[in-house]
T-cell receptor
Framework: DTEVTQTPKHLVMGMTNKKSLKCEQH?????MYWYKQKAKKPPELMFV???????INESVPSRFSPECPNSSLLNLHLHALQPEDSALYLC???????????FGQGTRLTVV | GENVEQHPSTLSVQEGDSAVIKCTYS??????FPWYKQELGKRPQLIID?????GEKKDQRIAVTLNKTAKHFSLHITETQPEDSAVYFC???????????FGTGTRLKVLA
């Protein structure tokens, strides 16, 4: 199984809502990532979990809150988002930091 | 900080011709260089990668070359086909870190 699965695929939320994005992998990878991708731009790193511990936070606003409940799951909790946060949110995993990163299909988030 | 420059931003070629995309990285400690293909509305997928102890790697119609001295690596696609049309991202990563620094992307169009 070389899949990274993300749910939901699409999400529309108001600026006062609280929602969560979920990511799951069963490849035994110990590094998991959240990226944000705007149209026609490269993926932009948000967070990295290594062995279930947050190892990188790229100065992301606190309205984005990551969580890694176990080695297979990664969540991104969203609260009080702004319209400019609308983007494709990609989860990825890798065996180590300098090996192939496998991406999920993404959650297309629209903040209204 | 670390960055990866990628050129050109768009590239149009006739079917059957070759395409070359070039990237330059700034961190001399970078030692892993993947190339990702992203079709419209889909996830980035690895097409080829190279490590710093290798100068060239080929996989059928795709090849990557690395010049560590110049901190430069390139993607070569031969006998291009319409299904090669996509956005291609180069990236650089360093062992001991979990950061993939992505280039800005190249939109490749293969004209039938």
């Amino acid at each position: 199984d070389t899949e990274v699965t993300q749910t939901p695929k699409h999400l529309v939320m108001g600026m006062t809502n609280k929602k969560s994005l979920k990511c799951e992998q069963h490849m035994g990878h110990r590094a998991m990532y959240w990226y944000k991708q705007k149209a026609k731009k490269p993926p932009e790193l948000m967070f990295v979990y290594s062995y279930e511990k947050l190892s990188i936070n790229e100065s992301v606003p606190s309205r984005f809150s990551p969580e890694c409940p176990n080695s297979s799951l990664l969540n991104l909790h969203l609260h009080a988002l702004q319209p400019e946060d609308s983007a494709l949110y990609l989860c990825a995993s890798s065996r180590q930091g300098f090996t192939e990163a496998f991406f999920g299909q993404g959650t297309r988030l629209t903040v209204v | 900080g670390e960055n990866v420059e990628q050129h050109p931003s768009t590239l149009s070629v006739q079917e059957g011709d070759s395409a070359v995309i070039k990237c330059t990285y700034s961190d001399s400690a970078s030692n892993y260089f993947p190339w990702y293909k992203q079709e419209l509305g889909k996830r980035p997928q690895l097409i080829i990668d190279i490590r710093s102890n290798v100068g060239e790697k080929k996989d059928q119609r795709i090849a990557v070359t690395l010049n560590k001295t110049a901190k430069h690596f390139s993607l070569h696609i031969t006998e291009t086909q319409p299904e090669d049309s996509a956005v291609y991202f180069c990236a650089a990563s360093t062992s001991g870190t979990y950061k993939y620094i992505f280039g800005t992307g190249t939109r490749l169009k293969v004209l039938a």
